[in-house]
């Protein structure tokens, strides 16, 4: 493995690191943490460690997560300002405009009203308070700008590297 890799491929490989991580707690649980005296302790099933070998080898993955985490959002610090807050805004507007967007739809366009005396029914127009057509064309808009702040992001992921001296072998034998 080489001392850089980009941003790209250093998130894949973090994601990599937690699988690992996360199916090795896993296996922690699974395990018999005592034996009856007299017997010997079944590791076989285990990979053949122990829990106090399994627990050392979670925390030495954790302890190159968190390493490569701080490596990662130093990397990240170089990025556009305040990119990813601006992709997440663009997400929320758009998430509130989807569900304005089917409120409008289901919006009655008329009423009815029927006359309890005389049982005549009156329709009524109702006036939209949003046009939606308008909200439309926010959408499109938004979505727009989110791919525009995607692209720019992860052109930005592909040429920053992720400085990984000192822990490319030890992710290595993690992954391996």
Do not use: C, H
Not at 44 to 72: H, T, W, Y
Not at 74 to 96: F, H, L, Y
Not at 107 to 115: K, L
């Amino acid at each position: 493995m080489n001392n850089q890799v980009n941003l790209s491929t250093a998130f894949k490989l973090r994601n990599q690191i937690k699988v690992e991580l996360n199916e090795k707690t896993s296996l922690l649980s699974d395990m018999p943490l005592s034996y009856e005296d007299g017997t010997k302790l079944d590791v076989a099933s285990f990979g053949g460690k122990s829990a106090p070998e399994v627990m050392k080898e979670i925390d030495d993955i954790q302890d190159v997560l968190s390493e490569f985490n701080v490596r990662i959002a130093k990397a990240n610090s170089q990025g556009p300002e305040g990119i990813i807050q601006k992709i997440n805004g663009v997400n929320d507007t758009i998430s509130r405009y989807t569900e304005l967007l089917f409120r409008v739809q289901r919006e009655p366009r008329e009423t009815v009203e029927i006359n309890s005396v005389s049982g005549v029914r009156t329709k009524r127009n109702r006036t939209q308070v949003i046009d939606i057509n308008r909200l439309r064309e926010a959408m499109k808009t938004l979505k727009k700008n989110k791919v525009k702040l995607e692209n720019e992001l992860s052109e930005f992921n592909g040429t920053t590297m992720v400085d990984l001296t000192a822990l490319s072998e030890r992710i290595e034998n993690i992954l391996s």
